[in-house]
């Protein structure tokens, strides 16, 4: 069969995860392997080319992935023909201007979520490209995740039955970069350069929430900034202005109650970075990034409250693992794919633009709740 090239532009690629996830796990690592199968047998071999604004980090990056091509101008890679799709995991708040600089050139957009770090921008950019008919996609990375997808596995059996509740932690303890660096870049945690955890994450919520415990319909949300103050890449003191933590409780359509603690200011004592526990009238589960824990109604032990007496139950013990029994590959790489062969087969693709700016909207609504300290409606929204 034969194997077709397919030219991506890849903007903000010099950053943790535009290097690491999407240019290294997912790109070369889709070269590495011949490329993307299509229905037909035949393969799609992307063909990156990396720009940037700093053309040294962008030539040094390209020349130790050995990747041909790279530039520091944008608007020469978009002019190219030759280049079909356009990637963004720069800044959010440049992001709307480079999608609508790409659409506008003719190209197919993915990008990294927040899409914008308000709804309106958010809904232009969906619009923009509705209207080209140019393919469009944001990163959905975590439900791809081994562990959500066990999650999904077990609610499309009827383990749980009738679902009542799903509890979220997430976070860690990023250092505040005085005496130890920190892990996290310091715009994370200025607000006019586009930081917060809640526009960071409640995106991520809007997703898992919605495609596998049911649609949001309204969020109480109350943010904090628990560090006031932080050490930046150059070991200079700044005023930390964007929240580190937010906890949010969540009505979901069926009467599902969702509630999600995040936080960078955090010290984790649990399985994972992030654990997700689902609660159901015939059964409950635990799931981190990868592994997923189960308890059924008819394995369900019978506890007894006794302050006056130490808890004689082993409660991790009555849990029982769900089994690797499908090989599950990187989320970003996987949902990579999909864009390809959305953009090359006209593969179905459930993740567009649309479902970014729904992320957008749950922040603003998430915001909004904490502001004025009170429940929010979450509307449908369509383009």
């Known amino acids: 069969m034969s194997t077709k090239r397919l030219g991506i532009i890849m903007h903000g690629?010099?950053?943790?995860?535009?290097?690491?996830?999407?240019?290294?796990?997912?790109?070369?690592?889709?070269?590495?392997?011949?490329?993307?199968?299509?229905?037909?047998?035949?393969?799609?071999?992307?063909?990156?080319?990396?720009?940037?604004?700093n053309a040294e980090k962008i030539r040094e990056l390209a020349q130790r992935h050995g990747v041909e091509r790279w530039t520091d101008n944008l608007e020469a890679a978009l002019a190219n023909p030759d280049d079909t799709i356009f990637f963004d995991a720069g800044t959010t708040q440049m992001r709307p201007t480079l999608l609508e600089m790409a659409i506008r050139a003719g190209k197919h957009v993915y990008c990294e979520k927040p899409i914008a770090?308000?709804?309106?921008?958010?809904?232009?950019?969906?619009?923009?490209?509705?209207?080209?008919?140019?393919?469009?996609?944001?990163?959905?990375?975590?439900?791809?995740?081994?562990?959500?997808?066990?999650?999904?596995?077990?609610?499309?059996?009827?383990?749980?039955?009738?679902?009542?509740?799903?509890?979220?932690?997430?976070?860690?303890?990023?250092?505040?970069?005085?005496w130890q660096t920190a892990q996290r870049p310091s715009w994370n945690y200025r607000e006019e350069d586009g930081g917060g955890i809640i526009l960071d994450m409640v995106c991520h919520w809007r997703?898992?929430?919605?495609?596998?415990?049911?649609?949001?319909?309204?969020?109480?949300?109350?943010?904090?900034?628990?560090?006031?103050?932080?050490?930046?890449?150059?070991?200079?003191?700044?005023?930390?202005?964007?929240?580190?933590?937010?906890?949010?409780?969540?009505?979901?359509?069926?009467?599902?109650?969702?509630?999600?603690?995040?936080?960078?200011?955090?010290?984790?004592?649990?399985?994972?970075?992030?654990?997700?526990q689902v609660d159901g009238t015939l059964g409950s589960a635990v799931a981190g990034l990868t592994d997923c824990v189960i308890q059924p109604r008819q394995g369900t032990p019978r506890p007894v409250w006794n302050p006056d007496q130490k808890q004689t139950i082993?409660?991790?013990?009555?849990?029982?693992?769900?089994?690797?029994?499908?090989?599950?590959?990187?989320?970003?790489?996987?949902?990579?794919?999909?864009?390809?062969?959305?953009?090359?087969?006209?593969?179905?693709?459930?993740?567009?633009?649309?479902?970014?700016?729904?992320?957008?909207?749950?922040?603003?609504a998430a915001l909004k709740s904490w502001k004025e300290r009170r429940w929010v409606d979450v509307p449908s929204l369509t383009a």
């Open 207 to 276: 997703y898992v929430l919605d495609n596998l415990f049911g649609q949001v319909k309204s969020v109480s949300c109350l943010g904090a900034t628990h560090i006031p103050e932080r050490w930046d890449e150059q070991g200079k003191r700044y005023e930390a202005t964007a929240d580190d933590a937010a906890y949010a409780t969540f009505e979901l359509e069926g009467g599902v109650i969702a509630h999600i603690n995040s936080s960078w200011a955090t010290r984790v004592y649990r399985d994972d970075l992030v654990t997700f």
């Open 13 to 53: 690629v010099t950053g943790r995860m535009g290097m690491n996830q999407h240019l290294i796990r997912s790109i070369l690592a889709i070269r590495a392997q011949g490329g993307v199968t299509l229905s037909d047998g035949s393969r799609v071999m992307p063909d990156p080319i990396l720009v940037g604004r």
């Open 314 to 364: 082993d409660f991790y013990s009555t849990w029982q693992p769900v089994p690797d029994n499908q090989p599950v590959d990187n989320g970003f790489k996987t949902q990579w794919e999909s864009f390809i062969r959305h953009v090359v087969e006209d593969a179905p693709f459930n993740h567009g633009l649309i479902e970014g700016a729904k992320g957008v909207q749950l922040v603003e």
């Open 117 to 178: 770090t308000n709804l309106e921008e958010a809904l232009r950019v969906v619009k923009l490209a509705e209207q080209a008919g140019v393919k469009n996609g944001t990163v959905q990375d975590k439900l791809f995740l081994p562990g959500l997808q066990k999650l999904k596995m077990l609610r499309d059996s009827g383990f749980f039955g009738k679902i009542l509740s799903v509890r979220g932690e997430f976070g860690y303890w990023v250092f505040e970069g005085d």
